[in-house]
């Protein structure tokens, strides 16, 4: 049973720490995605990672960032949380070419006090 | 970028209707997916289709697919109460694009 998973599934924070969301894959993907997820706003891609070490910007990078030393393990950073990262954030991955159907982990619900 | 938008964004049916859910999208499109969601978890997919084919199946899902019109229907035939989830549709432009997601319609169905 492919999987993708998230060290956690609520996180609170403070503002100003730095936060590190996880995320593990066990299908060989070649591509990792990281999304945060609104109500009323559906998904935006933060970072998109297509090879170890490779990143590229989504559609909002602004405060965060992104480490892929392993092919299995996709990390976003927020570098100072603030309040207005509160949000449910998704991890994914694909098989190349980077439109291939999409394996979403469960979730982190993130909420920065 | 929001390419795909989702109509209605709400709808509630009872169990054994059938629900029917509409994606419009502005660009030319590659291959249009859906994705199911339960309430605080990921997203799973459903169907993928490509933009050279007008309809697929899958078990009690039927989607379609008018390049023309730029637009995509979901029909869930003899729904029930599992099928209470929000549906996103996706799309994607090609080469090294990406998948671009709808904003997600929310299907109640009632028992």
């Known amino acids: 049973d492919v999987k993708v998973t998230q060290s956690s599934r609520y996180l609170v924070k403070r503002t100003g720490e730095k936060v590190f969301l996880e995320c593990v894959q066990d299908?060989?993907?070649?591509?990792m995605f990281w999304y945060r997820q609104d109500p009323g706003l559906g998904l935006r891609l933060i970072y998109f990672s297509y090879d170890v070490k490779m990143k590229e910007k989504g559609d909002i990078p602004e405060g965060y960032s992104v480490s892929r030393e392993k092919k299995e393990r996709f990390s976003l950073i927020l570098e100072s949380a603030s309040t207005n990262q509160t949000s449910m954030y998704l991890c994914?991955?694909?098989?190349?070419?980077?439109?291939?159907?999409?394996?979403f982990g469960p979730g982190t619900r993130l909420t920065v006090l | 970028s929001q390419q795909g938008e989702e109509d209605p964004q709400a709808l509630s049916i009872q169990e054994g209707e059938n629900a029917t859910m509409n994606c419009s999208y502005k660009?030319?499109?590659?291959?249009l997916q859906w994705y199911r969601q339960n309430s605080g978890r990921g997203l799973v997919h459903l169907i993928l289709i490509r933009s050279n084919e007008r309809e697929k199946h899958s078990g009690r899902l039927r989607v379609t697919l008018d390049t023309s019109k730029k637009s995509s229907s979901l029909l869930i035939t003899a729904s029930r109460a599992a099928d209470t989830a929000s549906y996103f549709c996706?799309?994607?432009?090609?080469?090294?694009?990406?998948?671009?997601f709808g904003k997600g319609i929310t299907l109640s169905v009632r028992p």
């Open positions: 299908m060989d993907h070649e591509n």
């Open positions: 660009t030319s499109i590659n291959n």
């Open positions: 994914a991955s694909s098989s190349t070419p980077s439109y291939n159907e999409q394996f």
């Open positions: 996706a799309t994607d432009t090609g080469a090294n694009s990406k998948l671009t």
